[in-house]
């Protein structure tokens, strides 16, 4: 004759594997409201702020950087001296009447009109408008408008 102990009483009729399936869940259920109770826990120690030089200069960098990626619209023409193709289009390098150098981006995806995109040639004279930005010492332009 088999006793199983059950809720704290014999219970002749309870099966095993029913009473063991029953503690897996029971400890499962509990776990898991451990875990859900130590992630809600208050957490009561404060880190104090500590300011340093270098968090000043890296304001400072960020400040910069923010400043050299400002954008300002800008018309220029000029005489096509190079041409590099890429996926959606080509950047063209122009050199100004003033010897000035822009290396202008010619996209379908960036023109306001997706008609004016076309093919340019070296020697080409060409009069672009776009999103004008530096960077390093290199000028450059991403055309909006291609005429």
Same mark, same amino acid.
């Given at each position: 004759m088999d006793f199983h102990f059950s809720n704290g009483i014999f219970n002749h009729n309870e099966k095993p594997e029913l009473k063991m399936k029953s503690h897996i869940q029971n400890l499962a259920m509990m776990s898991a409201v451990i875990a859900f109770a130590s992630c809600n826990s208050a957490k009561t120690e404060a880190k104090p702020e500590i300011k340093?030089?270098?968090?000043?200069?890296?304001?400072?960098?960020?400040?910069?950087?923010?400043?050299? /990626?400002? *954008?300002?619209?800008? +018309?220029?023409?000029?005489?096509? &001296?190079?041409?590099?193709?890429? #996926?959606? =289009?080509? $950047?063209?390098?122009?050199?100004?009447?003033?010897?000035?150098?822009? /290396?202008? *981006?010619?996209?379908? +995806?960036?023109?306001?009109?997706? &008609?004016?995109?076309?093919?340019? #040639?070296? =020697?080409? $004279?060409i009069k672009v408008k776009g999103d004008y930005w530096k960077m390093e010492n290199t000028s450059n332009i991403t055309v909006r408008e291609l005429q």
């Open positions: 340093t030089e270098t968090a000043a200069a890296e304001v400072d960098t960020a400040a910069a950087v923010s400043e050299d /990626l400002k *954008t300002e619209t800008k +018309s220029v023409e000029g005489k096509v &001296t190079e041409i590099l193709n890429g #996926k959606d =289009g080509y $950047t063209a390098t122009i050199e100004t009447a003033d010897k000035e150098i822009y /290396l202008v *981006t010619i996209s379908h +995806s960036n023109l306001k009109d997706h &008609t004016q995109f076309r093919s340019v #040639k070296i =020697g080409e $004279t």
